[in-house]
């Protein structure tokens, strides 16, 4: 199996990039012999998306090399952080990109769907809203975990999850 990740946001310092770590670490300890590639949504700067920047100057290089890693796999592991209820510009820019490449940008993957935050609802509104609209582009969402408080659910000592999430994200992951 051939599984790319990576997190929905552009920080530095992402809780999410994080959690999507974690998840591929568990996939290479599950199956071993399964090809994970963490993509960091930093490596592909693009315009902000309008039919005016794509007309005049095409689809840019980044969502075109963006989309060739998403497509190059059988499943894709996505925490997506949230940004007042929805996704973060940057994950949205990117994602209006390749859908003008493919409107089924998902197409065939299995998905598993993670959020986190520093709040209660670790990111469920857009991990639901991501839920909802997958099917629309191709995907099968497998497993979702939304992780809340996650300074809590997370040992910043040990760099790793506390176990009972370790425990919830290594079932989501054992869905791929």
């Known amino acids: 199996m051939k599984c790319t990740a990576f997190a929905a946001s ?4 992402s ?10 670490s568990l996939l290479r300890g599950q199956r071993p012999e399964a090809s994970v590639d963490v993509l960091d949504l930093r ?3 693009m315009p902000m998306f309008s039919e005016d920047q794509q007309r005049e100057h095409g689809i840019p ?7 060739g890693g998403v497509s190059a796999c059988d499943a894709l592991i996505i925490s ?19 859908s003008r490449i493919s409107q089924r940008v ?18 469920a509104s857009v991990l ?20 809340p408080v996650f300074h809590e659910a997370y040992d910043r000592a ?19």
């Not at 940004?83 to 209006?96: E, L, P, R, V």
């Not at 998902?106 to 520093?118: N, Q």
């Open 15 to 24: 809780i999410n990039k994080q959690l999507v770590n974690a998840a591929a």
């Open 61 to 67: 290089d980044a969502a075109v090399r963006f989309l």
């Open 80 to 98: 997506f952080a949230e940004h007042n209820g929805g996704y973060t510009a940057a994950y949205k820019n990117a994602f209006d990109w390749m």
């Open 43 to 45: 490596d592909y700067p």
């Open 10 to 13: 552009t920080s530095s310092t």
């Open 158 to 176: 040990a760099g790793a999850l506390a176990p009972e999430w370790e425990a919830k994200l290594a079932e989501a992951v054992r869905a791929l």
């Open 106 to 123: 998902f197409e065939g993957k299995r998905v598993v769907a993670l959020s986190t935050s520093p709040g209660k609802r670790g990111g």
């Open 128 to 147: 639901e809203s991501f839920i909802r609209s997958a099917p629309h582009f191709g995907a099968e969402v497998v497993a979702s975990l939304p992780v």
